[in-house]
Nanobody, 120 residues
Framework: QLVESGGGSVQAGGSLRLSCAAS?????MGWFRQAPGKEREGVAA????????NYADSVKGRFTISQDNAKKTLYLQMDNQKPEDTAMYYC???????????????????WGQGTQVTVS
């Protein structure tokens, strides 16, 4: 089970931090987002062992994915936000084996319910 929190409304240039509490350990975890009328896109992903990360070009340098293994919690720190960051954000997890933390939605097995982020 994955439970997101931390969404809300923020002005352009502002920051938000999303959290995803996981009920069990998973090898890879990621953040995705979906705006109305658009496909779900990968934002950032992380390999739990070692902490290797992968980011979409649109958020590199602005977003940071991290984890707290003791709390089984995944985070997404979003800084310098832009109106185009407005979307429903989802946490996802997968037990598979990949060369690099995956950013395609079809590669993930488990999903949270999502949390809305609005940037104006």
């Amino acid at each position: 089970q994955l439970v997101e929190s931390g969404g809300g409304s923020v002005q352009a240039g502002g920051s938000l931090r999303l959290s995803c509490a996981a009920s069990t350990y998973t090898r890879y975890m990621g953040w995705f987002r979906q705006a109305p009328g658009k496909e779900r896109e990968g934002v950032a992903a992380l390999k739990a062992e070692g902490g290797t990360t992968n980011y979409a070009d649109s958020v590199k340098g602005r977003f940071t994915i991290s984890q707290d293994n003791a709390k089984k919690t995944l985070y997404l720190q979003m800084d310098n936000q832009k109106p185009e960051d407005t979307a429903m954000y989802y946490c996802a997890a997968v037990f598979g084996t990949f060369w690099y933390p995956p950013l395609r939605a079809t590669q993930y097995q488990y999903w949270g319910q999502g949390t809305q982020v609005t940037v104006s």
